[in-house]
């Protein structure tokens, strides 16, 4: 199959795209940065999902559709309200058009438990407007869609996004961790390759089409129970 992954470059899209390769499947990768996980026979255009004409031109031909793409950390969101909601709705809009207009199969949108959360601000906001967009197109265009919400993923090529990879950072940097709160927030962890795995089996899988699903780890850890083990870890 032939799919192409907007935000392939980034911390989760850059595991589907090394699951998706693991398949066999023929694989574009669309981002405003090079991929630095993959090899130079991939292709990868640098783009930006605002750009209506490239997104349109790199849809064509292609069989399904990874959308990975936009602003994901919750204080730029705060920060950045306008640029998220244009990342995040009217840059998932125009992929989803380009989808429509190219005659593209299949549509996977990459959303958030956030969507559920008065704590998401803007990021939350921004997914749960797409989430119903793309439920219009699969409605009046028949687009087979699947959004999947991701809860909490890490993994080794996490950046400042994402709060694991922050509290390993202080810890390292600093000796020392920070938090707000009593530690007994609640979070089931996914790996990002556990998490990719899944995402490229929902692809293929019908009883998926036209549906929204839930991507988190199998066990529930508190945030004290999380800062314990790193504490542990790192001695």
């Known amino acids: 199959m032939r799919v192409v992954v907007f935000g392939g470059a980034g911390f989760l899209g850059s595991y589907v795209v090394d699951e998706l390769l693991s398949k066999n499947h023929e694989v574009t990768i669309f981002?405003?940065?090079?991929?630095?996980?993959i090899n130079d026979n991939i292709p990868q255009i640098i783009g930006d999902i605002l750009d209506v004409k490239a997104v349109r031109d790199v849809v064509i031909g292609q069989d399904a559709i990874y959308n990975f793409a936009g602003l994901a950390d919750l204080n730029d969101s705060i920060?950045?309200?306008?640029?998220?909601?244009?990342q995040n709705v009217l840059g998932n809009l125009n992929i989803l058009e380009a989808a429509r207009m190219e005659g593209v199969?299949?549509?996977?949108?990459?959303?958030?438990?956030?969507?559920?959360?008065?704590?998401?601000?803007?990021?939350?906001?921004?997914?749960?407007?797409?989430?119903?967009?793309?439920?219009?197109?699969?409605?009046?265009?028949?687009?087979?869609?699947?959004?999947?919400?991701?809860?909490?993923v890490y993994g080794e090529r996490a950046d400042r996004n994402n709060r694991i990879y922050r509290i390993l950072r202080e810890a390292l940097t600093d000796r020392k961790?920070?938090?707000?709160?009593?530690?007994?927030?609640?979070?089931?962890?996914?790996?990002?390759?556990?998490?990719?795995?899944?995402?490229?089996?929902?692809?293929?899988?019908?009883?998926?089409?036209?549906?929204?699903?839930?991507?988190?780890?199998?066990?529930?850890?508190?945030?004290?129970?999380?800062l314990l083990f790193i504490k542990e870890i790192l001695n």
């Open 31 to 37: 981002d405003k940065q090079k991929s630095p996980y």
């Open 79 to 86: 920060d950045k309200p306008v640029e998220t909601i244009k």
């Open 105 to 152: 199969d299949r549509f996977l949108y990459a959303s958030s438990v956030y969507v559920f959360s008065r704590k998401g601000a803007f990021y939350g906001t921004s997914k749960k407007s797409s989430e119903l967009i793309v439920e219009q197109y699969g409605e009046q265009f028949d687009l087979d869609y699947t959004i999947v919400r991701y809860g909490s």
């Open 177 to 226: 961790i920070s938090f707000k709160g009593d530690g007994s927030e609640e979070r089931e962890y996914v790996h990002g390759r556990d998490a990719a795995k899944l995402s490229v089996d929902i692809l293929s899988d019908k009883k998926f089409s036209q549906q929204s699903v839930i991507l988190t780890g199998i066990e529930r850890f508190k945030y004290s129970q999380l």
